[in-house]
């Protein structure tokens, strides 16, 4: 599986990005569940939001607080995250991972978009 991020830039507290992930190397990826993470300057790598391939299931870390919206384009083959209100604090590099078929764990995953959020 391979996975490529997309989208990131830099905006001002309140703005909006949409980040991209494009995947390949399967014709499928039903079974899959495909996640965005980010990791902070000087912080530890932390769980932002997932998405089960199959039915579009959705769940979200807390700090989220209904800003961003997960989603998927089966046709594509691409998850999207889509970012509004945010804030300095979002400011971070933002990966995409997956898990494989049935799994939990994320052992496949993209390089980084940055996102900079400026006050």
């Known amino acids: 599986v391979q996975l490529q991020a997309s989208g990131g830039g830099m905006v001002q507290a309140g703005g909006s990005l949409r980040l991209s992930c494009a995947a390949s190397?399967?014709?499928?990826?039903?079974?899959?569940?495909m996640g965005w993470f980010r990791q902070a300057p000087g912080k530890e790598r932390e769980f932002v939001s997932r998405?089960?391939?199959?039915?579009?299931?959705?769940y979200y870390a807390d700090f989220v607080d209904g800003r961003f919206t997960i989603s998927r384009d089966t046709r594509r083959n691409t998850v999207y995250l889509q970012m509004n209100s945010l804030k300095p604090v979002d400011t971070a590099v933002y990966y995409c991972?997956?898990?494989?078929?049935?799994?939990?764990?994320?052992?496949?995953w993209g390089r980084g978009t940055l996102v900079t959020v400026s006050s």
């Open positions: 991972a997956s898990t494989g078929v049935g799994g939990t764990e994320y052992n496949y």
């Open positions: 190397g399967r014709n499928t990826f039903s079974g899959y569940l």
């Open positions: 998405i089960r391939w199959s039915s579009g299931t959705t």
